[in-house]
């Protein structure tokens, strides 16, 4: 049963889009939460610092980490 009599197309670009967001968060914290010893300290290094990259150390973008719009850009 589709919610709110809403069209299956519009349902499905919703789960498409909330499953990237919510793997893209996911891989955050698979990176980042190994990287510290205690745990309260691992939850705060998902917010700070901001993403950067593990070769070169340049911050990306805002807009680089929209999954989707990042990629396609």
Do not use: E, T
């Not at 891989?27 to 070169?56: A, E, K, T």
Request: proline share 12%; hydrophobic share 45%; aromatic share 18%.
């Amino acid at each position: 049963m589709i919610p709110f009599g809403w069209p299956l197309w519009i349902v499905l670009i919703f789960l498409f889009l909330y499953g990237a967001v919510l793997g893209s968060f996911l891989n955050v914290c698979i990176y980042r939460i190994p990287q510290h010893d205690r745990f309260w300290p691992s939850l705060l290094g998902l917010w700070s610092p901001p993403s950067y990259c593990p070769r070169c150390g340049n911050r990306i973008p805002r807009r680089d980490n929209l999954p989707i719009i990042g990629w396609v850009k």
